[in-house]
């Protein structure tokens, strides 16, 4: 099924966005919101075949090492607000069931909802709780959860409002909001930007997984983030935390998912470029962050 983002306009404040930096991205000032108008085919993310396009699943694969850092510094967050011995956590797009595996490591009861079909039947075989579906479902769980995570999946959904509603159906009162997503004001997204206007838009649309399927629609800061969520009742417990997005260990791999050659020499460039940024890098602000967020349930005990 191929959908497309909706006409551009902020899906904070509703106003008209602006062009900006390139034909598909948009930019809304009095926000610091940016959005893209890129086509979404979530059912053929992994049909390497057409297109020419990139296996998310190998993308997926080729990131395990340093997400399983990323998901160890949110669960261990976590575990600062939430004492109990058990606590449900849905995981809304699940991929591969690496968050789901890592929880359950640490004691927790995790179902996920994958609705790519090669995902959800890799997830499946590994004996995990998964539904093939979107979030929302089609079918309602008839449960609620602790926890509700979306991990690298906010960026790549059109209707963000549609979400954020049924996230308030799906969680428990006291329940948190977890969203792990790109950051509008990391370091690689502006060397990028500054990129695109001298000329080399490669970095740009890579952020933006123009390649992919599923590619990135929205990039938010966290303010941007916070003004959003409010509008549905959801408020920050705490500051942002920033993750890395870069490792120098398998950072080849991942850029070499691309086997043209073409893609082989910007690669080479990309690659020699970030490794003499890297001490930068791992001192700048990161281009991924996590909140976790707290609905105001005020109107719900009325």
């Known amino acids: 099924m191929r959908q497309h983002s909706p006409a551009m306009v902020c899906p904070i404040c509703q106003t008209a966005m602006i062009v900006k930096t390139s034909a598909f991205t948009h930019f809304c000032k009095q926000c610091d919101y940016w959005g893209a108008m890129l086509p979404v085919d979530i059912d053929g993310a992994t049909d390497d075949e057409a297109e020419g396009a990139i296996s998310d699943q190998a993308y997926i694969a080729s990131l395990e090492g340093l997400r399983v850092k990323n998901f160890k510094l949110i669960l261990a967050q976590l575990k600062q607000l939430k004492f109990e011995t058990q606590i449900s956590i849905l995981d809304v797009g699940c991929a591969s069931g690496l968050f789901m595996r890592v929880a359950q490591a640490q004691g927790y009861a995790v179902k996920g909802i994958e609705p790519n079909r090669q995902l959800f039947a890799l997830t499946q075989q590994q004996g995990l709780n998964v539904v093939h579906d979107y979030f929302p479902p089609q079918q309602p769980l008839h449960e609620k959860f602790d926890v509700i995570i979306f991990n690298d999946v906010f960026e790549h959904i059109p209707d963000v409002h549609q979400i954020l509603k049924n996230c308030g159906t799906y969680l428990k009162q006291d329940g948190l909001l977890i969203l792990n997503l790109p950051n509008a004001e990391g370091l ?15 970095p ?37 935390h920033q993750i890395a997005t870069i490792e120098l260990t398998g950072f080849w791999a991942r850029l070499a998912l691309d086997r043209s050659l073409l893609g082989f020499l910007k690669n080479c460039v990309l690659y020699l470029g970030t490794l003499c940024l890297y001490p930068a890098i791992r001192l700048a602000e990161k281009d ?15």
């Open 288 to 302: 991924t962050f996590f909140a976790l967020y707290r609905r105001d349930n005020v109107s719900d005990r009325q």
């Open 188 to 202: 690689i997204f502006n060397v990028s930007r500054l990129l695109t206007a001298c000329g080399w838009s490669g």
């Open 204 to 240: 740009w649309d890579r952020l933006w997984q123009v390649m992919f399927r599923t590619p990135h629609l929205h990039y938010f800061t966290f303010k941007s983030l916070n003004k959003l969520l409010a509008q549905h009742r959801f408020f920050a417990v705490g500051d942002k």
